[in-house]
């Protein structure tokens, strides 16, 4: 059974920074696209970015390029998300997904969404 467990939530101020993280396991994907997306309140679930396992190709959301950095241990199974300059409309429930279909952009996942999903981590910003 697939399990991702999201980390790294919490409170903080406009301007401020955050890491979090996602530990997957109970799969066995040679190749697999790993990421965030996030659902603010009263909104429906957006992408934020993904990753490729195979070649660290990386995807944004036009709204967090600049200030969002994703990374990956492939090892571990571990994708991170540093989060900078924050803002109060960065907040939201940040979901980690995967997914064994790693052919497409990120334009793809953003729009279609993984096949597996964590429960989510709180991320709030406060003006």
């Known amino acids: 059974e697939v399990q991702l467990v999201e980390l790294g939530g919490g409170l903080v101020q406009a301007g401020g920074s955050l890491r979090l993280s996602c530990a997957a396991s109970?799969?066995?994907?040679?190749?697999?696209?790993i990421g965030w997306f996030r659902q603010a309140p009263g909104k429906e679930r957006e992408g934020v970015s993904c990753i490729r396992s195979s070649d660290g190709s990386t995807y944004y959301v036009d709204s967090v390029k600049g200030r969002f950095t994703i990374s990956t241990d492939n090892a571990k199974k571990t994708v991170h998300l540093q989060m900078n300059s924050l803002k109060p409309e960065d907040t939201a429930v940040y979901y980690c997904g995967v997914t064994p279909r790693a052919y497409y952009s990120g334009t793809y996942y953003f729009t279609y969404g993984m096949d597996y999903w964590g429960k989510g981590t709180l991320v709030t910003v406060s003006s």
């Open positions: 109970g799969f066995t994907f040679d190749n697999y696209v």
